[in-house]
């Protein structure tokens, strides 16, 4: 049974940093690829970062120079490092693995930004 648990949210001031991780059990983080979501108030899910298994990584246009996710295999972890951020970057971030169905996500972790 895979398990995938988001951390690291938080309010901050627009151009602030926040780095996400997530801690995955059930699963190796470089079997398959894996990827950010967020889903703002009102809107739908979206993708905002990717990483394969061949380590190539690709971003939303918007957060692209701003946000990096990287891959820890020996901590089984994924995070995403979120910089000058923005009010729009506000969002549930969420944490899984794409294609792989509903259970393979977490429940998510909140980001605010505003001053």
């Known amino acids: 049974q895979v398990q995938v648990v988001e951390s690291g949210g938080g309010t901050v001031h627009p151009g602030g940093s926040l780095r996400l991780t997530c801690v995955v059990s059930?699963?190796?983080?470089?079997?398959?690829?894996m990827a950010w979501h967020r889903q703002a108030p009102g809107k739908q899910r979206e993708f905002v970062a990717n990483?394969?298994?061949?380590?190539?990584?690709t971003y939303l246009e918007s957060v692209k120079g701003r946000f990096t996710v990287s891959r820890d295999s020996g901590r089984n972890t994924l995070s995403l490092q979120m910089d000058d951020l923005k009010p729009e970057d506000t969002a549930v971030y969420y944490c899984?693995?794409?294609?792989?169905?509903?259970?393979?996500w977490g429940q998510g972790t909140q980001v605010n930004v505003s001053s």
């Open positions: 899984g693995f794409p294609g792989l169905g509903p259970d393979y």
């Open positions: 059930g699963e190796k983080v470089n079997s398959y690829n």
């Open positions: 990483i394969y298994r061949d380590a190539t990584t």
